[in-house]
């Protein structure tokens, strides 16, 4: 008996030196289970986020849930003022289901717009405060929303397309006692006027967890923006993350990332779920964030790769380690910039994730490898069928099988993730886009009549497991923590008087997350580069992480047999005058011109002399 018990136990122990995190991947699992057997109550008790609010406004109603410079709203101050905003929202002649365009900064009448819409069984579309001009109007049409609601100091973009809002019959309020435009209503005159009465339930009553709460937008993998559809199901999921990560009830989480983004959304809702408190800061900024830490008591904090590599550069200081952050949740942090963080702020649990804003799968580093994303863990493919396939990058389509079905990645090469579409992982595609929805379905992936999302991003998964992003697919890269689509990128290059036709492509720069924007671009007949009137033009109609970091001069630009730009080539050149024979140019931000782009200003830039 005895030697059957010391197999046994040798047997568990070389299983465990084979797979040395199996345990840690049961926990997750389980931990995943628990949230979907969450879910599916929700669903058949028809439970939205906006019913557990209530709950926390009744059970803590003096506990502060928003932080904001030096104002404290409480969870009862919430709901007054959200009671307010819908109660103005009914005056103003919204009608149940409708979507309203919220364009404003992080504030907390951010939340109680989002709220007071949902009171009122409306819903609501996120538009980055960034954009101007066609893309505005763009962003706006496809969410079908004819309210927008404006902040005060954003006044100049919307006059800009007003006579297009009221050709269109949009109705524009603006957040401020005074509008200077007769075709503009002050929302803060009206909130004065309104009631702030509790709203009948009865008036939502048609909400289900398949109606869609809210449109943000994504770049996706091609084109301009699109409204990811995000319904009060997908809320719910998305709410439970941050707790899965281990946010607790007791936590206080400082939101510096903008609203209009899924992640820091996540962290509104998370905390509504948990009925904890959001430090919330209107724009990110390094030399006040640990100040903020510490004035809010802060014990989590949200992030973007580009934000920790900024903390990690600012002047070491006595008080780094002097905080009560214990957990940060975030994506796209480098290995090196996660070992000095830690090194430089303290023991804080980095929990990095993988995670799409329309997509159906998301991942979370949950055993703390530095670099990964996740492991691919077999219990986790059962409870989520997906795969990391073959993808060719020159073509830009999944590698298939004499079959005809999709060939799995090897450990250690890219590969394109797809994630099974199914009641339990469900995807709900853009709002008045189907061609664009469609795109994203992948059929026939492992077997006949199956259907797939396509993430649009190439990961990699090593002997080990674990799994690490690769890049992105397609049309679109990252900056400065924002999706740029090339295609809206080139179609504003190409009105620039001396400018034919513009390929549009993201270059890596050393020590810097995401890639840089780079044109290839083509003259019209007879006219000569106009540097200082280019620079005018992108600095006018794009958002700085938008612009061009690096203009290539060509004669003629290489295309498919589909009239797609090929772009592999000009990535692998990329800015590096030993490489590119063409004239180069460096958008000089000191000076605000493209200037030629020499061995020097390249070797500074590559250096980070130059920061970008």
Known sequence: MLAWVVLAAVIVLAFLFRHPHFFQDVQYVRTLLKTRRRMQKCIQTNYLILDRFSEVVESQPHKPFILFKDETFTYQDADVLSNKTARAFLRSGLKTGDTVAMFLGNEPMFIWLWLGLVKIGCSAAFLNYNIRSKCLLHCLSCSGAKTLVAAEELQDAVEEVLPTLMEQQVTVFILADR?????????????????????????????????????????????????????????????????????????????????????????????????????????FSASQFWDDCRKYNATVIQYIGEIMRYLCNTPKKLDDRNHKVRLAVGNGIRPDVWRDFIRRFGNVQIKEFYGATEGNIGFLNYSGKIGAI???????????????????????????????????????????????????????????????????????????????????????????????????????????GENVATTEVADVLTCADCIKEANVYGVEVPGLEGRAGMAAVILSKGQTFDSSGVFKHVENYLPAY???????????????????????????????????????YFLDEKIKDYVPLTLDIFNSVISGKIRL
């Open 179 to 283: 509008c200077r435009n007769a075709d503009v209503g002050s929302f803060n005159e009206k909130m004065s006027q309104a009631s702030s009465e509790p709203i009948p339930k009865d008036v939502r009553s048609h909400l289900t967890l398949q109606s869609p709460a809210v449109y943000i937008y994504t770049s996706g993998t091609t084109g301009f923006p699109k409204a990811a559809v995000i319904t009060h199901g997908k809320l719910w999921v998305i709410s439970s993350f941050l707790h899965v990560a281990g946010l607790n009830s007791k936590d206080v989480i400082y939101i510096c990332l903008p609203l209009y983004h899924s992640a820091a959304f996540v962290g509104i809702n998370a905390a509504i779920d948990g009925g904890l408190t959001v430090a919330l800061r209107n724009k």
């Open 374 to 480: 996740g492991r691919d863990n077999f219990l986790r493919k059962i409870l989520t069928p997906y795969s990391v396939i073959k993808f060719d990058v020159d073509r830009e389509e999944p590698l298939r099988d004499s079959a005809g079905f999709c060939i799995p990645a090897d450990k250690g090469e890219p590969g394109l993730l797809v994630c099974a579409i199914s009641v339990n992982t469900p995807f709900s595609g853009y709002a008045r886009d189907l061609q664009q929805t469609e795109k994203k379905r992948l059929h026939n992936v492992h077997k006949k009549g199956d259907v797939y999302f396509n993430s649009g991003d190439l990961l990699r998964v090593d002997e080990d497991n674990f799994m690490y992003f690769h890049d992105r697919v397609g049309d679109t890269f990252r900056w400065k």
């Open 546 to 584: 938008a612009r061009p970091r690096f203009l290539r001069i060509q004669s003629s630009l290489d295309i498919t047999g589909t009239f797609k730009h090929l772009k592999v080539k000009l990535r692998e050149q990329s800015f590096n005058p030993n490489q590119v024979t063409d004239p180069l």
